[in-house]
């Protein structure tokens, strides 16, 4: 199974190799089913996904079973990054807003610029679309990530190359860098560009927590001296500073290709820091979970509460935090149909149940975790049923009990 996955990653990166910005060879089309959702503050669920060059808005008033029509963010059509772990992003502001980016694949393989829009009306109307940063090369802006504070400041987090093309053929830069973007007025304006970290991974994507302090935490894959590639832990500050970056991960993965497999992060009531991520390293494979530890937490950084997230064929599991229950959720694939599961703890991550969630004969995106109030569910977009949304807590009926 292991060699079986290593394969998989390679045609991955080769399949990514095709750029979304490029005429394709004939054949039929790819379903394109990546898309992002959220929760505002009334309740009311905000999906966006790729039709053709635009960005579509959807929305649910009753938690996922019906949905309206899809409405464009972008009037002008323009070229969307929507595969892999690159798909257009939602957030809902602390007053209404709603803030959507997405990539935007230039002329040149790997290249992209990183795009925004913002709409004050409830998703009545959307801005020009705007560049959020302010380096206009044409070189890799790309795997957006997107959050919002408490306080209502707007972060924009991506993979960028600058600094790689700035050390030139013969320079030693390993991988890319984490840059990121801030606004403090609703998404009108954006300042940056900040720099959080050297030597990420070139193309996972990356997961942001808002802190209580307005600080954001980021966790992505990153390329640890030589070609280790674990995660990394950093603080983005509103006002540009980055904290020190940390080690995350020990799985000891050298590799020379990127996995298209990021992250996921969560925090509980008590401030522990819960994530997800894919490895093949020397000391395990598969896909994981853990509680982090931070500088200064708990002595040394590290992971506790080490699991593995179910069976081999599992793969883009994402995590969601409510009071001390934790629900991670992933995809598998039998041979013949994805199976959309859940492994749900209700003490913190110390114990663990499994459920099924749901299946489907065709093709489907990465799922999601979505929280609402104290109720956490499974977004899952599918070519076949669509958007679905599943109740995850409360946490009946379950099966196969984790210790």
């Given at each position: 199974?292991?060699?079986?996955?290593?394969?998989?990653?390679?045609?991955?990166?080769?399949?990514?190799?095709q750029?979304?910005?490029?005429?394709?060879?004939?054949?039929?089309?790819?379903?394109?089913?990546?898309?992002?959702a959220?929760?505002?503050?009334?309740?009311?669920?905000?999906?966006?996904?790729?039709?053709?060059?635009?960005?579509?808005?959807?929305?649910?008033?009753?938690?996922?079973?019906?949905?309206?029509?899809?409405?464009?963010?972008?009037a002008a059509?323009?070229?969307?990054?929507?595969?892999?772990?690159?798909?257009?992003?939602i957030?809902?502001?602390?007053?209404?807003?709603?803030?959507?980016?997405?990539?935007?694949?230039?002329?040149?393989?790997?290249?992209?610029?990183?795009?925004?829009?913002?709409?004050?009306?409830?998703?009545?109307?959307f801005?020009?679309?705007?560049t959020?940063?302010?380096?206009?090369?044409?070189?890799?802006?790309?795997f957006?990530?997107?959050?919002?504070?408490?306080d209502?400041?707007?972060?924009v987090a991506?993979?960028?190359?600058r600094d790689?093309?700035?050390?030139?053929?013969?320079?030693?830069?390993?991988?890319?860098?984490?840059?990121?973007?801030?606004?403090?007025?609703?998404g009108?304006s954006?300042?940056?560009?900040?720099?959080?970290?050297?030597?990420?991974?070139?193309?996972?994507?990356?997961?942001?927590?808002p802190?209580?302090?307005?600080?954001?935490?980021?966790?992505?894959?990153?390329?640890?001296?030589?070609?280790?590639?674990?995660?990394?832990?950093?603080?983005?500050?509103?006002?540009?500073?980055?904290?020190t970056?940390?080690?995350?991960?020990?799985?000891?993965?050298?590799?020379d290709?990127?996995?298209?497999?990021?992250?996921?992060?969560?925090?509980?009531?008590?401030?522990?820091?819960?994530?997800?991520?894919?490895?093949?390293?020397?000391?395990?494979?598969?896909?994981?979970?853990?509680?982090?530890?931070?500088?200064?937490?708990?002595?040394?950084?590290?992971?506790?509460?080490?699991?593995?997230?179910?069976?081999?064929?599992?793969?883009?599991?994402?995590?969601?935090?409510s009071?001390?229950?934790?629900?991670?959720?992933?995809k598998?694939?039998?041979?013949?149909?994805?199976?959309?599961?859940?492994?749900?703890?209700?003490?913190?991550?110390?114990?663990?149940r499994?459920?099924?969630?749901?299946t489907?004969?065709?093709?489907?995106?990465?799922?999601?975790?979505?929280?609402?109030?104290?109720?956490?569910?499974?977004?899952?977009?599918?070519?076949?049923?669509?958007?679905?949304?599943?109740?995850?807590?409360?946490?009946?009926?379950?099966?196969?009990?984790?210790?």
């Amino acid at each position: 199974m292991r060699l079986l996955s290593v394969l998989g990653l390679l045609l991955c990166a080769c399949a990514h190799a095709q750029h979304t910005g490029h005429a394709q060879s004939s054949g039929p089309a790819r379903v394109e089913l990546a898309s992002s959702a959220t929760f505002d503050a009334q309740g009311v669920l905000w999906a966006v996904h790729k039709i053709g060059g635009h960005v579509m808005l959807r929305r649910s008033a009753d938690a996922g079973k019906s949905w309206s029509a899809p409405k464009p963010v972008n009037a002008a059509p323009e070229g969307i990054g929507a595969e892999g772990d690159a798909r257009p992003k939602i957030a809902a502001g602390t007053r209404g807003e709603l803030y959507v980016t997405w990539t935007k694949p230039l002329a040149k393989p790997y290249t992209g610029e990183i795009r925004f829009a913002r709409s004050l009306d409830g998703g009545a109307s959307f801005s020009v679309p705007i560049t959020v940063h302010a380096d206009r090369q044409e070189i890799t802006h790309r795997f957006d990530a997107l959050t919002v504070t408490r306080d209502g400041k707007l972060f924009v987090a991506w993979i960028d190359k600058r600094d790689m093309d700035a050390a030139g053929k013969e320079g030693k830069y390993r991988g890319a860098a984490v840059y990121f973007a801030v606004s403090d007025d609703r998404g009108a304006s954006f300042r940056g560009d900040y720099k959080l970290a050297d030597y990420s991974c070139e193309c996972c994507r990356i997961g942001l927590l808002p802190r209580d302090d307005g600080s954001v935490l980021a966790l992505w894959r990153h390329v640890f001296e030589p070609n280790v590639r674990d995660h990394a832990l950093g603080v983005m500050y509103a006002d540009g500073r980055a904290g020190t970056v940390w080690r995350a991960t020990f799985d000891e993965w050298a590799v020379d290709i990127c996995p298209h497999h990021g992250p996921s992060l969560a925090a509980d009531e008590r401030g522990r820091l819960h994530a997800v991520w894919f490895t093949q390293g020397a000391k395990r494979s598969g896909v994981f979970y853990g509680r982090l530890r931070m500088n200064g937490q708990s002595g040394e950084p590290g992971v506790d509460g080490l699991r593995p997230v179910g069976d081999d064929t599992a793969a883009h599991a994402d995590v969601a935090v409510s009071g001390s229950t934790v629900v991670v959720a992933w995809k598998a694939f039998d041979g013949t149909r994805s199976r959309l599961r859940a492994m749900v703890s209700a003490d913190g991550g110390n114990t663990w149940r499994e459920r099924d969630l749901r299946t489907t004969s065709g093709a489907s995106d990465q799922p999601r975790m979505l929280r609402h109030g104290a109720r956490l569910f499974a977004f899952w977009h599918t070519q076949l049923e669509g958007f679905t949304v599943t109740p995850v807590t409360p946490v009946t009926p379950l099966t196969t009990v984790m210790p």
